[in-house]
């Protein structure tokens, strides 16, 4: 049975994307630093008939990462689809003129070393196997720098240059590296199928090979 770990799974997004993988046939590894959160979400997707685990870990500290998807293959089995979409801080908001060095280092380990780490985890089992997938979830701050938003505007184009380098290097190997920017909150963006269309939209970017980025919506829809 093929398994998605979700880094950063939460009650929104996390939960309609393990739902939509779970009625493919996947087992859901759900990674996030709340462990309480997790058994939560977890007992309410094992009631709806999925293969379901929790995780507990904070991407800002490599071990525990490592660590949470070690015990999730072991349990579920090798993982083939990683999507990485932890929420940044609010304190990653704030504008270029009160970023320090110390915030924007953190900002950095939870964008881009927590992504590294993670695929260095499980790339190995995906290569091997000939077939996976990696997903980022970004803001519009991957693609636009914004004054007002300094920790992601620095983070997220490091975590988009990784992986965009990855699905290069990865090409032809049957491992796709794929990127979704959603330039805005899901609820404020007022799509049509709501959050369970953005989990479909990721569900294609798994199963059909692409560009790098793609768009949720046009850049200058959005608001962040």
Same mark, same amino acid.
């Given at each position: 049975m093929p398994v998605i770990a979700i880094i950063g799974a939460g009650p929104g997004l996390g939960a309609a994307v393990a739902r939509r993988f779970g009625r493919e046939g996947f087992s859901i590894a759900l990674i996030s630093r709340n462990q309480s959160k997790l058994d939560s979400m977890a007992a309410e997707l094992t009631a709806a008939g999925f293969t379901v685990g929790g995780y507990a870990a904070d991407v800002r500290v490599p071990a525990t990462l490592e660590d949470a998807l070690a015990r999730a293959a072991a349990e579920l089995g090798p993982? +083939?689809? =990683?999507? #990485? &979409?932890? =929420?940044?801080?609010?304190? #990653?908001?704030?504008?270029?003129?009160?970023?320090?060095?110390? @915030?924007?280092? !953190? $900002? @950095?380990?939870?964008?881009? =070393? %927590? @992504?590294? *780490?993670?695929?260095?985890?499980? @790339?190995?089992?995906?290569?091997?196997?000939? &077939?996976?997938?990696?997903? =980022?979830?970004?803001?519009?701050?991957?693609?636009?720098?914004?004054?007002?938003?300094?920790?992601? &505007?620095?983070?997220?184009?490091? !975590? +988009?240059? #990784?992986?965009?380098?990855? *699905?290069? $290097?990865?090409?032809?190997? %049957?491992?796709?590296? +794929?990127?979704?920017?959603?330039? %805005?909150?899901?609820?404020r963006l007022q799509l049509v199928n709501g959050i369970d269309g953005v989990a479909d939209r990721i569900w294609d970017l798994h199963a059909v090979a692409g560009p790098f980025r793609t768009m949720l919506i046009p850049l200058e829809d959005g608001r962040e």
């Open positions: 993982i +083939s689809t =990683l999507q #990485y &979409s932890p =929420l940044p801080s609010r304190d #990653y908001l704030k504008p270029v003129l009160e970023m320090t060095p110390e @915030l924007a280092l !953190e $900002a @950095l380990q939870f964008s881009a =070393l %927590g @992504l590294i *780490h993670a695929v260095r985890t499980v @790339l190995p089992a995906m290569r091997q196997a000939g &077939s996976g997938s990696i997903i =980022l979830i970004n803001g519009g701050t991957s693609v636009k720098a914004r004054a007002d938003f300094a920790g992601t &505007s620095v983070a997220f184009p490091a !975590e +988009s240059a #990784y992986g965009e380098m990855l *699905h290069d $290097a990865l090409e032809g190997e %049957g491992v796709r590296v +794929s990127q979704l920017v959603i330039p %805005g909150g899901i609820p």
